[in-house]
């Protein structure tokens, strides 16, 4: 059982090793690590930079398959430590759910940033469910911040349901999409632009340039058409990656979003994200609880065959484990 008061002190100290054992932590769905993790974020919510108060910049990131977020996220992050930065980068992989894995590969792809000193790079599970994803990464997140990273970007490696989960808890949402994707309209979804604060077109290097600016004032159009009058107006910026070109222009996008919010307006943005956070855990709680409930186990297999075999409808089979949950223990 790790020691708490030890996990914080280490934290504070910006030590490497305590956050990785915090993170390991928070992303248990162990009972008894579970109520560890609640003890050690209580403690370090009483940080002053803590929270809705944290002057960290919380960015999400994703895209289409094959975009090259790692590439960017490592010349974005390269670039802001060369600038005094602490820079953490979650990288959030609920297409693990089946295996209940994580993506490994993002920290070999990113090994200039990995053997950096000022930054952290670390592949999550998604633990079980996107509630699971909401509780360990947003707990990451607080870790993070309270070892003094000042920048915490948080890339989503699955895609669909994923993404609105990550937008939901960081300040602004970049989406990364390329040129060459056929029609470049037809294969982003209309959620994605709603839900984005600043897009760019990656890869745009080369004889690949005029198309990415093409694509860019496209993307640009489209937006005009989601987004109602008074709104933020998301800005679409080609970069690339792999040359370092156009990345700080990115960022003074990313900044500008930022200062668009406001103090007001990035504190109460962060309370909504915290009351959706609550109810988040409410769902991922009593969804542990329901698969440890003793009365549930002894009939689950029954149920579960049951269902399969076509014998029980789903409606049934529901409203049947539920009874088992409500039902009281025996007593004695």
Known sequence: ???????????????????????????????????????????????????????????????????????????????????????????????????????????????????????????????????????????????????????????????????????????????LTLARTGDQLQGIKKGILEIADVIAVNKADGDRETEAAAAARELAGALRLVRGRGEWAPPVVTVSGLYDVGVDDLWERVLAHREHLGGDGLADKRAAQQLDFTWALVRDELDQRLRHSPGVRQIRDEVRAAVLAGELPAPVAADRLIAAYDEPPPEG
Request: net charge positive.
């Open 1 to 175: 059982m790790p020691d708490v008061a030890a996990l914080v002190s280490g934290i504070r100290a910006r030590n490497r090793a305590a956050v990785s054992q915090a993170i390991t932590l928070v992303e248990s769905s162990k009972r008894e690590h579970r109520a560890q993790a609640r003890e050690l974020m209580t403690t370090l919510a009483e940080d002053a930079g803590s929270g809705v108060r944290s002057a960290a910049v919380r960015v999400g990131i994703s895209g289409v398959p094959g975009v090259g977020k790692s590439t960017f996220i490592e010349a974005l992050g390269t670039r802001l430590t060369g600038q005094g930065h602490r820079v953490g980068v979650l990288a959030v992989d609920p297409s693990s759910i089946r295996t209940g894995g994580s993506v490994l590969g993002d920290k070999t792809r990113m090994a200039r940033l990995s053997a950096d000193p000022d930054a952290y790079i670390r592949p999550s599970p998604s633990a079980g469910t996107l509630g699971g994803v909401a509780r360990a990464t947003v707990q990451a997140m607080a870790v993070l911040e309270a070892a003094a990273y000042d920048v915490v970007l948080v890339e989503t490696v699955g895609v669909g349901q994923s993404e609105v989960t990550v937008a939901g808890m960081v300040d602004t949402f970049l989406f």
